[in-house]
């Protein structure tokens, strides 16, 4: 069993985009750009958008955060979406989900630029994923796939099991798998015997949610293990969506959660940044 290790590879490439941000500034004067929308005061989602802004410090990015109230009107947010569409010194605009009941979440999300869709949500960047077309790709999903070049795996003709159809995860995982000639099956809540499609399944990557959800009888031998879920047990821990200290025993390969995936999203959060800036520097160059 080899663990695959999102922390390392997320510190490799943070250094090469470093390298790339100096040459930037270097040669056009350009700072690559994030702004990020976060409203309320859900800890897990300030949390998450602190390690987005320590992370765009560390290599070298323009940062800012817009902290709204959790009250906030639909028109507020879109106003300042409007204004950083604008804004030349803004390469990627990020919405930190979930948001309040009362906002549009899909009208927000249509209302960034795709040029600046660097969460890849927009339907215009979905679409082009679909069609297997260059766009912006979802951070999650696009730091799998990283994870799995990074140790050798190619999963061209393999049986691959994505467990959970989010927008966010699940459907943009299948469509990459796909895009990389994978044998894709997608299990959902609504599945009836999960075992019975994982059992065949030569890759499962699994992001739901649901602490323990996959366990060892239903994996097969050499498995290949993405485990995309988080969740806090009762005594605060964070753990996956796989029981890791039995399936390990017969994977070949298994991501240790926390430490595989979630490194890999901002990682890739800051690599689509970086895309856009040097996009946007051609634009003003050209």
Do not use: W
Request: glycine content about 8%; aromatic content about 4%.
């Amino acid at each position: 069993m080899q663990l695959l290790d999102g922390r390392k590879l997320s510190k490799k490439i943070e250094l090469q985009i470093a390298d790339e941000v100096k040459e930037l500034k270097e040669t056009c004067g350009c700072t690559p750009g994030l702004a990020v929308v976060l409203v309320g005061q859900d800890p897990a989602s300030a949390a998450y958008v602190g390690m987005k802004k320590k992370a765009c410090d560390r290599v070298g990015f323009y940062s800012i955060t817009h902290d709204m109230p959790e009250n906030i009107s639909q028109e507020a947010i879109e106003r300042t979406i409007i204004s950083m569409n604008e804004n030349d010194s803004i390469d990627g605009i990020l919405i930190q989900l979930p948001l309040p009941p009362q906002i549009d979440t899909t009208k927000l999300l249509e209302l960034v630029d795709p040029a600046k869709d660097v969460d890849g949500f927009h339907p215009f960047n979905v679409g082009r994923l679909v069609t297997n077309l260059d766009g912006f790709v979802p951070c999650t999903p696009l730091g799998v796939m990283e994870l799995l070049k990074e140790y050798d795996i190619d999963v061209k003709g393999k049986n691959c099991v994505v467990v959970g159809a989010s927008n966010i995860v699940g459907k943009p995982m299948a469509a990459l798998l796909l895009n990389a000639e994978a044998t894709v099956e997608v299990c959902h809540i609504h599945t009836d015997d999960l075992k019975k499609h994982t059992l065949n399944a030569d890759v499962i990557l699994v992001g739901v949610g649901v602490i323990n959800l996959i366990t060892e009888d239903m994996v097969k031998d050499d498995v290949i293990i993405v485990d995309i879920g988080v969740s806090r047990t009762a005594e605060g821990k964070l753990v996956g969506d796989v029981d890791f200290e039995n399936v390990s025993k017969k994977s070949s390969y298994i991501t240790p959660s926390p430490g595989g995936v979630g490194p890999m999203t901002i990682a890739m959060l800051l690599s689509n940044t970086l895309k856009a800036a040097k996009i946007n520097a051609k634009k003003k160059n050209s």
